[in-house]
Every structure is written in C-alpha cells, then in structure tokens.
C-alpha cells in the first residue's frame, strides 16, 4: 500500500515535527526562531509612526482651509440672496425695507428668516445699506 495515497506520510511528519517542538519547550530549551517568524524592529515602527503623524498633519491642515472657504462661501450666499430680497422689496413697494422684518413680514415674505451675517438698514427709506458681521 502506498503511503502517499493515504495522507500517513503527510500526518507522521507533522506529528514528528509537533513532538520535537513540544519536547524542546517541555524540557526548557528554546527552539531556534525561522527569519519569517522575526517581527518587526522598533525602528520600523517609528518610521510608520512617523509617516502616519505628518500624513495626519497634512489632512489636518487640507481640511482647515476647507471648513474657511465655506464659511466665506455662506457669508456671499446670504449677501446675495439679502440683496435680491431687498431689490424685490424695492421694486414692489417703491422704496428701501426700513429692517430685516420689513423682508419677512407676512405680505411681502422676500426672506424666510432674518439673516444672522448682516443687519440692513435704511435712514430715509432712499438710502440702503448692508452690513456684514462676517
């Protein structure tokens, strides 16, 4: 009978293999480590640790410009709809809104609410003026 066929040849070298190992440690001595079994150096580690902390300063840094740019962005968004809201007002009643609550009074409704990054103003009703609080 062959013992290939069987799977035994396979079996008793592993068998073998795992007796010696356990006999070594049983006995105190330490089995030889194979180069695939060796971890990594602390070395190596510092420098992916190193990579990893000025990678993560790079995003920290892409990410704080970004969070500004859409701050400035909100602030023209609401200037430009305040001053389309203030022209419609303008047209319609022939003269400038004396607040904001003259563009989110029930008849008119130019704006939904009152912005929070500017104040219009309007002396005489003939003199307009926004300003920014951005």
Known sequence: ???????????????????????????????????????FTLIELLIVIVILGILATVVVFAVGGITNRGQQSACDADRASLEVAVEAYLAQNGSYPNSQADLTATPNNFLRAASTLYSVGAGDGSVFSISTEC
Not at 4 to 22: D, F, M, Q
């Open 1 to 39: 009978m062959n013992n290939c066929a069987t799977g035994s040849l396979s079996h008793g070298a592993v068998t073998k293999s795992s007796e010696i190992a356990a006999q070594s440690w049983a006995e105190g001595k330490e089995t030889p480590m194979k180069k695939q079994d060796e971890g």
